[in-house]
C-alpha cells in the first residue's frame, strides 16, 4: 500500500515570500502521479498542480512549482509571491493508475498562514 | 467547469438515526468517491464507484453503505448513526480513462452526530 507523508502540519509566510511545502511517499510503483489539492477555509478543494511520475521535468503552474525527486520519493510545492488568498490547508496525493482503480492516497494535510 | 453538488451543507442527527448524505455530479464522470475528512486525519476514504451498481470499499467502509442507481448520483448512507461518524464528509468525481485524471470535490456535508 501506498502512503503520503506532509511532516509539516502548519506553516506561515509573509505576503510577497516564498514557501515551500514538503511531501514524501512510499510506492514501489514506476508510474504513477502525483498532486497537490487546495482546501480553502470556503471547503471546497480544489487541484492546484499534478505531476506524472514519468516525466521529469517538474510540474509548473503560475506561481506553484513543484520539486519532483522521484529516486528519493519527495514531491515538495514551491509557491513564490505567497498572497493572502494561498491561506488554506495543503494536501499531498498519490494515485496509482489501472483499470477501475482511480483513487487518491492523500497526505494528512499541511495548514498554511499567509501573514500580510 | 464541472459541478459536484452535495446536497447539505450542515446536518445535525441523533445517535441510531439513518442519515443519507447526497451527491450529484453534472459531468458524467463514470467514478464517485465518498471520503471522510478529520483534523489530524486528512481524508480517507469510505467507497467509490466505477459506474452504476458498482461499488468499492475504500480504507474506512465499516459503518457505511452506497447507493449508485444513476451515474450522476452517489449516496452515502449511514444505517445507525454513531457519534465517532461525526465529521466532514466529502463527494469526488473523476473521468475515468487510460490516463488519471484529478478528483472534482463537492463543498463538503459537516455531519453531527449527538
Known amino acids: 500500500a501506498q502512503t503520503v507523508t506532509q511532516s509539516q502540519p502548519e506553516m506561515s509566510v509573509q505576503e510577497a515570500e516564498t514557501v515551500t511545502l514538503s511531501c514524501t511517499y512510499d510506492?514501489?510503483?514506476?508510474?504513477?502521479?502525483l498532486f497537490w489539492y487546495k482546501q480553502p477555509p470556503s471547503r471546497q478543494m480544489i487541484l492546484v498542480i499534478r505531476?506524472?511520475?514519468?516525466?521529469?521535468q517538474n510540474a509548473t503552474e503560475n506561481r506553484f512549482s513543484v520539486n519532483f525527486q522521484k529516486a528519493a520519493k519527495s514531491f515538495s510545492l514551491k509557491i513564490s509571491d505567497s498572497q493572502l488568498g494561498d491561506t488554506a490547508m495543503y494536501f499531498c496525493?498519490?494515485?496509482?493508475?489501472?483499470?477501475?482503480?482511480?483513487?487518491?492516497?492523500f497526505g494528512k494535510g499541511t495548514k498554511l498562514s499567509v501573514i500580510p | 467547469d464541472v459541478k459536484v453538488t452535495q446536497s447539505s451543507r450542515y446536518l445535525v442527527k441523533r445517535t441510531g438515526e439513518k442519515v443519507f448524505l447526497e451527491c450529484v455530479q453534472d459531468m458524467d464522470h463514470e467514478n464517485m468517491f465518498w471520503y471522510r475528512q478529520d483534523p489530524g486525519l486528512g481524508l480517507r476514504l469510505i467507497y467509490f464507484?466505477?459506474?452504476?451498481?458498482?461499488?468499492e470499499k475504500g480504507d474506512i467502509p465499516e459503518g457505511y453503505s452506497v447507493s449508485r442507481e444513476k451515474k450522476e448520483r452517489f449516496s452515502l448512507i449511514l444505517e445507525s448513526a454513531s457519534t465517532n461518524q461525526t465529521s466532514m464528509y466529502l463527494c469526488a468525481s473523476s473521468l475515468s480513462g487510460t490516463d488519471a485524471s484529478p478528483l472534482h470535490f463537492g463543498n463538503g456535508t459537516r455531519l453531527t452526530v449527538t
Open positions: 505531476q506524472e511520475a514519468y516525466k521529469q
Open positions: 496525493a498519490f494515485m496509482k493508475p489501472g483499470a477501475g482503480s482511480y483513487q487518491l492516497t
Open positions: 510506492t514501489s510503483e514506476s508510474n504513477y502521479y
Open positions: 464507484s466505477y459506474d452504476v451498481k458498482m461499488k
